[in-house]
Structures are given as structure tokens and as C-alpha cells.
């Protein structure tokens, strides 16, 4: 049906810069909100950052001015750069889309696999 599939993370050091990229994939008329959220060792998943379909966005205050989310609507992808990378933001990635809409029918929460973002100090 309809998947979620990141890329782009890695290995960087303390003030280093990442891009994650998350794209969609399936027979997609459209999609809300997509964001990316993270869950670092022993800790809940929490949300980074949230872009609308019209382009609204929110930011987690431990990530504002550092981080920055965009989509690309007519390909189904969303964008993390992550900017001045500090060891606390060591966690795993999730791409997340609250409402998928397909012909038909709508899928809601639609996550992807997650990618590790590690930083070292």
C-alpha cells in the first residue's frame, strides 16, 4: 500500500550537519502532516518536527534554529537538515505521515523503518 522509507543517516561529529530524506511510495492522492520523530536508548519517541501540506511547521524547543523540515509535495518527500548536531541528538529517526489519503480510502500514522543518526562527541 503505501510506504514510508528513510535515508540519510549516519555517523557525525559534535557540530556537524545531516540531511534526512523521507519518501513516500504508493498509489498517494495526498498527505497531511508529515514529521520526523525520534527515540534515542531507554527513552519514548518523541517529535521532532512537523510540517503541513501547506507548509506550517513545528519544532521540538531542543531542536529550533538547528533543525529545519521541508516537503516536497508533488514527490511525496520530507526533509530533516539537521544542523549543529550536539551528542543528545543521538537517537533513531522515524519518518511519520498522520493521514495518507489513497482512491478511496485514507491510512492514518503511517511510520517508516527509522535511520540512526549518531553523534559523537
Known amino acids: 500500500q503505501v510506504q514510508l522509507v528513510e535515508s540519510g543517516g549516519g555517523l557525525v561529529q559534535a557540530g556537524g550537519s545531516l540531511r534526512l530524506s523521507c519518501a513516500a511510495s504508493?498509489?498517494?492522492?495526498?498527505?497531511?502532516?508529515m514529521g520526523w520523530y525520534r527515540q534515542a536508548p531507554g527513552k519514548q519517541r518523541e517529535l521532532v518536527a512537523a510540517?503541513?501540506?501547506?507548509?506550517?511547521?513545528h519544532y521540538a524547543d531542543s531542536v529550533k534554529g538547528r533543525f529545519t523540515i521541508s516537503r516536497d509535495n508533488a514527490k511525496n518527500m520530507v526533509y530533516l537538515q539537521m544542523s549543529s548536531l550536539k551528542p543528545e541528538d543521538t537517537a533513531v529517526y522515524y519518518c511519520?505521515?498522520?493521514?495518507?489519503?489513497?482512491?478511496?480510502?485514507?491510512?492514518?500514522?503511517?511510520w517508516g523503518q527509522g535511520t540512526l543518526v549518531t553523534v559523537s562527541s
Open positions: 504508493g498509489s498517494i492522492f495526498s498527505i497531511n502532516t
Open positions: 510540517i503541513t501540506s501547506g507548509g506550517s511547521t
Open positions: 511519520n505521515a498522520d493521514e495518507v489519503l489513497i482512491a478511496g480510502y485514507r491510512l492514518l500514522e503511517v
